[in-house]
Nanobody, 124 residues
Framework: QVHLVESGGGSVQPGGSLRLSCAAS????????MGWFRQTPGKEREGVSA????????YYADFVRGRFTISRDNAKNTVYLQLNNLKPEDTAIYYC?????????????????WGQGTQVTVSS
């Protein structure tokens, strides 16, 4: 069992930046690959980024590549998502998740544990 708690969301203007954090507890953090997802009302949850168990490889959705950066600190049981050059269409609830089945990916149904989400709002 893994308990995940996101933080760092907020309201920013277009072009601004935020850093999301996700603290994990309850199980060995390095046993899980980690992902960030987002969801807006009426839409399905979509994968944003993922990172392997050791942090050596990362994956990004095309719509955030070059703007967002995922990282993890296994000593602190925390995964991060740096959001730069934010756009209004990035407005969503952002969730972190932990997965252990198969290889690292950004498909929501492959993840086992989810945080409660943190709101990101990009507006002028």
């Amino acid at each position: 069992q893994v308990h995940l708690v996101e933080s760092g969301g907020g309201s920013v203007q277009p072009g601004g930046s935020l850093r999301l954090s996700c603290a994990a507890s309850g199980s060995t953090f390095s046993n899980y690959y980690m992902g960030w997802f987002r969801q807006t009302p009426g839409k399905e949850r979509e994968g944003v980024s993922a990172i392997t168990r050791t942090g050596t490889s990362t994956y990004y959705a095309d719509f955030v590549r070059g703007r967002f950066t995922i990282s993890r600190d296994n000593a602190k049981n925390t995964v991060y998502l740096q959001l730069n050059n934010l756009k209004p269409e990035d407005t969503a609830i952002y969730y972190c998740a932990a997965g252990s089945r198969g290889s690292t990916n950004i498909y929501p149904d492959r993840y086992d544990y989810w945080g409660q989400g943190t709101q990101v709002t990009v507006s002028s």
